[in-house]
C-alpha cells in the first residue's frame, strides 16, 4: 500500500516519504503503521522496516520488499516494558532481570510467543524477539502507533544494515510508505539476539550488550552461537548478510603478518587496475567508533566504486565482537596471514 495525500511540508521521494523526527511528522507515520503501512525509523542500532506486528498482512509485505527469505524472523518492538506482556506469553527464568538491566537498549530477547503476535512475524517458530530500543524517536513512533512493531532492519536482504535514512533511500526508495531521518544511529551494528528459551542462554548475534554483561546480570554462564559446527540456532544465521557489491577479503591472525599480507595484496590488485577499499587499517580505534562506522564505510566502497575491499581483524573485546561477527558473513573469503 502506497499512502498518497498527505498533507504539504512532507517530502515524497519516488511514492516513499521522507519525514523530519518530529511530533507532527512521528504522528503521521504512527497512523501509517496503524493503517496497515510500512514506515522505516531510525533506532540507537541500525533503522528498522517497521509494521504492526498484530497484522500479518503488513507483515508479509515486509518479506516482500526486503527480498527476506520466509522462514527469517522478525524483531518485535515495544515502547514499554509492560508491553512485554502483550508480545511473550510467558517469562522464561532471567528475563525480567534482564529487562530491568538492559531495557530500553540493544538486547533482542528470544521467548514463548503470544497469540497476539501472528505466525508471519516469527516464521512459525513458537518463539518471538522481542526489544525495547532506546532511540527517543522509535520509542515516540511505536508508543503513538499503540501497538508493538514488528521490524527488521530496513535493507534489502542481503545488504549492509542501514545507519543513515539516505542508505534506506537507496534500497527501498519507492517500495514503502515512509522513513524518519534520524540522522545516523548512534551504535551502528544490530542488537545482541539472546535466546532464553532453551537450557542455557544463548547468544544468537554479539552486539553491544556483551556475553559477560548479561553473564554478570543471571548470575550464570551464557554460551555464544555459531562457535560449533552444525545447524544454525537461529534462521538468521545461515544466510549471506551485510554485503557491500565488492568481494571481501578478510584478513586474520598476527598484526604484524596481517598488515604485511594486506600491503602485498593492495599492490598485486592495484597493479592490475583493480580499485582497492582498505576497511579499518588503524588498530588502534576504540571497537565503539568501528561499529558506528562499518556499515557506512561498507555502503560507501560501493558508491566510490570499489573492486574489491580487504577488511582487516580487530580484537574481539567488547563491540569487537559484533563487528568480526558481521565482518566475517559480509566476506567472500577469510584469509589468515
Ligand atoms: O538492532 C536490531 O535488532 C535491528 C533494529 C531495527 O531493531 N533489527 C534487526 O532485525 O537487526 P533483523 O531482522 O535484521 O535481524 C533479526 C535477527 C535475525 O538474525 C533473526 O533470525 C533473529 O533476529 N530472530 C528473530 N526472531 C527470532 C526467533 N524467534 N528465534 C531466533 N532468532 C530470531
Ligand atoms: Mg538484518
Given at each position: 500500500?502506497?499512502?498518497?495525500?498527505?498533507?504539504?511540508?512532507?517530502?515524497?521521494?519516488?511514492?516513499?516519504?521522507?519525514l523530519q523526527p518530529h511530533g507532527?511528522a512521528i504522528a503521521r507515520a504512527a497512523?501509517i503503521i496503524?493503517?496497515?503501512?510500512l514506515v522505516a525509523f531510525p533506532t540507537e542500532t541500525v533503522y528498522g522496516l517497521g509494521a504492526a506486528a498484530?497484522?500479518?498482512?503488513?507483515?508479509?509485505?515486509?518479506?516482500?520488499?526486503?527480498?527476506?527469505?520466509?522462514?527469517?524472523?522478525l524483531i518485535v518492538h515495544v515502547s514499554a516494558k509492560?508491553q512485554?506482556?502483550?508480545v511473550?506469553?510467558?517469562?522464561?527464568?532471567?528475563?525480567?532481570?534482564?529487562?530491568?538491566?538492559?531495557w530500553p537498549g540493544p538486547l533482542s530477547?528470544?521467548?514463548?510467543?503470544?497469540?497476539?503476535?501472528?505466525?508471519?512475524?516469527?516464521?512459525?517458530?513458537?518463539?518471538?524477539?522481542v526489544r525495547m530500543p532506546s532511540h527517543p524517536v522509535a520509542l515516540r513512533l511505536i508508543a503513538r502507533a499503540g501497538v508493538p512493531i514488528a521490524a527488521p532492519s530496513a535493507?534489502?536482504?542481503?545488504?549492509?544494515s542501514p545507519t543513515m535514512a539516505?542508505?534506506v533511500?537507496?534500497?527501498?526508495?519507492?517500495?514503502?510508505?515512509a522513513v524518519i531521518d534520524g540522522g545516523p544511529c548512534p551504535v551502528g551494528?544490530e542488537s545482541?539476539?539472546?535466546?532464553?528459551?532453551?537450557?542455557?542462554?544463548?547468544?544468537?548475534?554479539?552486539?553491544a550488550?556483551?556475553?559477560?554483561?548479561?553473564?554478570?546480570?543471571?548470575?550464570?554462564?551464557?554460551?555464544?552461537?555459531?562457535?560449533?559446527?552444525?545447524?544454525?540456532?537461529?534462521?538468521?544465521?545461515?544466510?549471506?548478510?551485510?554485503?557491500?557489491?565488492?568481494?571481501?577479503?578478510?584478513?586474520?591472525?598476527?598484526?604484524?603478518?596481517?598488515?604485511?599480507?594486506?600491503?602485498?595484496?593492495?599492490?598485486?590488485?592495484?597493479?592490475?587496475?583493480?580499485?582497492?577499499?582498505?576497511?579499518?587499517?588503524?588498530?588502534?580505534?576504540?571497537?565503539?567508533?568501528?561499529?558506528?562506522?562499518?556499515?557506512?564505510?561498507?555502503?560507501?566502497?560501493?558508491?566510490?566504486?570499489?573492486?574489491?575491499?580487504?577488511?582487516?581483524?580487530?580484537?574481539?573485546?567488547?563491540?569487537?565482537?559484533?563487528?568480526?561477527?558481521?565482518?566475517?558473513?559480509?566476506?567472500?573469503?577469510?584469509?589468515?596471514?
Amino acid at each position: 500500500m502506497m499512502i498518497k495525500n498527505m498533507s504539504k511540508g512532507f517530502h515524497s521521494i519516488t511514492g516513499t516519504f521522507l519525514l523530519q523526527p518530529h511530533g507532527k511528522a512521528i504522528a503521521r507515520a504512527a497512523d501509517i503503521i496503524r493503517r496497515g503501512g510500512l514506515v522505516a525509523f531510525p533506532t540507537e542500532t541500525v533503522y528498522g522496516l517497521g509494521a504492526a506486528a498484530t497484522d500479518a498482512a503488513a507483515v508479509r509485505r515486509i518479506f516482500q520488499v526486503k527480498g527476506r527469505p520466509a522462514d527469517n524472523p522478525l524483531i518485535v518492538h515495544v515502547s514499554a516494558k509492560e508491553q512485554l506482556y502483550v508480545v511473550a506469553a510467558s517469562l522464561p527464568e532471567g528475563a525480567a532481570e534482564l529487562v530491568d538491566r538492559f531495557w530500553p537498549g540493544p538486547l533482542s530477547l528470544v521467548l514463548p510467543r503470544s497469540s497476539a503476535i501472528p505466525d508471519e512475524v516469527s516464521a512459525g517458530l513458537p518463539t518471538v524477539a522481542v526489544r525495547m530500543p532506546s532511540h527517543p524517536v522509535a520509542l515516540r513512533l511505536i508508543a503513538r502507533a499503540g501497538v508493538p512493531i514488528a521490524a527488521p532492519s530496513a535493507n534489502r536482504s542481503g545488504r549492509p544494515s542501514p545507519t543513515m535514512a539516505s542508505h534506506v533511500l537507496a534500497d527501498l526508495a519507492g517500495r514503502i510508505d515512509a522513513v524518519i531521518d534520524g540522522g545516523p544511529c548512534p551504535v551502528g551494528v544490530e542488537s545482541t539476539v539472546l535466546d532464553l528459551t532453551g537450557a542455557v542462554p544463548l547468544i544468537l548475534r554479539p552486539g553491544a550488550i556483551t556475553a559477560e554483561a548479561i553473564a554478570k546480570c543471571l548470575g550464570r554462564a551464557v554460551e555464544i552461537a555459531g562457535k560449533y559446527s552444525g545447524k544454525p540456532p537461529s534462521p538468521g544465521m545461515k544466510y549471506r548478510h551485510y554485503s557491500p557489491r565488492a568481494p571481501l577479503l578478510l584478513i586474520t591472525g598476527p598484526p604484524a603478518r596481517r598488515e604485511k599480507l594486506i600491503a602485498a595484496l593492495k599492490r598485486h590488485y592495484q597493479r592490475r587496475n583493480l580499485k582497492v577499499g582498505l576497511l579499518m587499517p588503524d588498530q588502534s580505534v576504540d571497537p565503539a567508533v568501528a561499529a558506528r562506522r562499518l556499515y557506512r564505510a561498507l555502503r560507501a566502497f560501493d558508491q566510490q566504486g570499489a573492486d574489491l575491499i580487504l577488511a582487516q581483524e580487530i580484537p574481539a573485546v567488547g563491540l569487537g565482537a559484533a563487528v568480526m561477527n558481521r565482518l566475517a558473513k559480509a566476506a567472500t573469503r577469510i584469509i589468515k596471514a
